[in-house]
């Protein structure tokens, strides 16, 4: 295992997807190489799906998906009682939203199976905002099933939800069952249950891609809603606080915040759990195999490696854990 040992931080080649709401904002604030063509709306940094799936790129396992990776080393990555056949537990997206998207919800657990889908819980990080960028999260105070039933039908949906305003550094859970949408203006990091399963309740009259209006779940999403869900509020951390904050800690994963200073350490010790590692603002180098994590990228680090990381400028990170063998151990 001394390839492994040595093969540092797991970064992935980015998976660019083309959205009717996206643009080109992953080039403007990632400095990312796009596709020419339609407007590109995700990247998924980390995903191990049938349909998708992530390509390691450099070190010993270059050029090996996540899956393979997970097959043939997946005690070594993981941890000890990974079983080869379970796909990576999280997905990671950049979203580039320069429209709004549609109204929508994830199902709950409790009828994702009936309905033939996947419950999802996400995590959204607001890296950057253009002026007056909101996000749609949960039902205005009040609002009943029978009034939302009432207002999708005369399409007035937009006196049900509720709006808020956002900035950088802004982040929010939304759980499966929680109604969402995102608005224009928002380049947002997402981090998630694995899981794609979408259901459209309205699409503010919009038409996709190929000038056709996108299919809507009306029944799914009305059996999925959680309509005791009022005005939810996103954390808002000021960038002054050094110390880790908690954003979001669920049954699927827990996320923290670390603001660093200029050569400011994070280490993380061997054989406690694998971490998800976020770059949103500066750049980390790994002091044992001196490759530098650079704004954008999104790391996997080993169960089984011992990582000292040194700030090389002003840095905001995000760490995600918690997502096997859930342990609550200080990263």
Known sequence: MDELTGQGPLRFKPLYMERVWGGTGLNTHLDRELPSGNPIGESWEVVDRPEAQSVVE???????????ALMEHGTFLMGPGWKKNRP?????????????????VHPPASVASELGGEPKTENWYVAATEPDASLIVGLKDGVSKEYFKEALHEERLEECVHKFDVQPGDSILVESGRLHAIDAGNLILEIQQNSDTTYRVYDWGRVGLDGQPRQLHVEESMQCIDFNDFEPTPQRESESVTSPKVLADCKEFRITRHNLLTGHEMSFEAGIQPRLLHIVEGQLQDKASGSVIVRGDNVLLPYSVSFDLVADKKSLVLVTDGFFEKTRQNS
């Open 88 to 104: 990576f537990p999280v997905l990671v997206k950049w979203l580039d939203c320069q429209q709004r998207l549609s109204l929508q």
């Open 58 to 68: 450099g070190g010993f396992l270059d050029g090996w998906s996540l899956n393979q």
